[in-house]
């Protein structure tokens, strides 16, 4: 039985179609679809009922899913057993924020990429929520703080940000100094979420509105800019507002919670190889030594670039 074929049964299994594991793959829809045939044509079986709409798995192929998965990870942990040392090779597909990861991560991934020219790094830049398990992604570098979660995550190192706004709506406005005063103020953030702040040795929890919202903290940034409210963002973001003085500080008496930048990856006994010398990468590059968190502390608010990115 060729493993190729598993992997690519268990990736048009977790992608819901052909088409969507053939963009994962990096492979034609025709390549799919033939390694496909000729699995089930092996076995004697419908692993997958195909429709206009997708695939989905026959009862046979939710059975022998779980099976195809644990064996291509056996043959992954085999392969890297008798590499040479240091060596990687395959795929690593990765998750990244797009208004932190161009910038700060993107480097470090392009020098693991060059220390090891056999293996395939292929990374998703987006502030949207990334379901690794479904989407098929072997981690993520997430940035903020974690929602409680059966993922695996590892700190890497800290990050920090604050309330800013412009000095023209402080002008038009005023500037909240306790946080039931914040409540009042415009907020420019990603949802509905909450904001927590720091009040002494406690920290407290509150609900701003807003009428300007998006998913990306570089468009809070251009609306706090602007004039439109208050936003939470992390100082990577901001540092050059604030020194320009288009932006200001707020509520400085009540900063928010350190945040951190983290790996996640998927629950599992072991990480990959890759994921630990990616892990390991990040953390000498952002200087923090680790610890291992368990995505189970309760999220702060804000976009996925700024207070929270999940």
Known sequence: MDIEELR??????????????????????????????????????????????????????????????????????????????????????????????????????????????????????????????????????????????????RRVGPIRGRLVASPGYIEAHGSPETPEELVAHEALMQGTEAWQLTNGDRTVTVHPRGRFKADNGTALVAAAVAGLGIAWLPDGLTAEWLASGALVPVMTRHPPPVAGIYVIRPPGQHPARKVRVLTELLIACFGQTPDIAGAGRPPPPGSEAGPVQR
């Open 8 to 153: 690519t049964f268990v990736e048009v299994a977790d992608a819901g179609g052909v088409s969507s594991a053939a963009r994962r793959l990096g492979l034609s829809k025709s390549i799919v679809s033939r390694r496909l045939g000729r699995l089930e044509g092996e076995l004697g079986v419908q692993l997958l009922a195909r429709s206009t709409r997708g695939a989905a798995l026959t009862e046979a192929g939710v059975t022998f899913r779980d099976h195809a998965a644990r064996a291509c990870a056996e043959m992954d942990a085999a392969r890297e057993s008798i590499l040479p040392a240091g060596e990687l090779r395959g795929r690593l597909r990765i998750a990244a924020p797009l208004s932190f990861g161009p910038t700060h991560f993107a480097p470090v991934l392009a020098e693991m990429a060059r220390n090891h020219p056999q293996l395939h790094i292929h990374t998703v830049y987006s502030d949207r929520f990334v379901d690794l398990i479904g989407e098929g992604f072997d981690c993520a570098i997430r940035v903020g703080y974690l929602a409680d979660s059966n993922l695996v995550a």
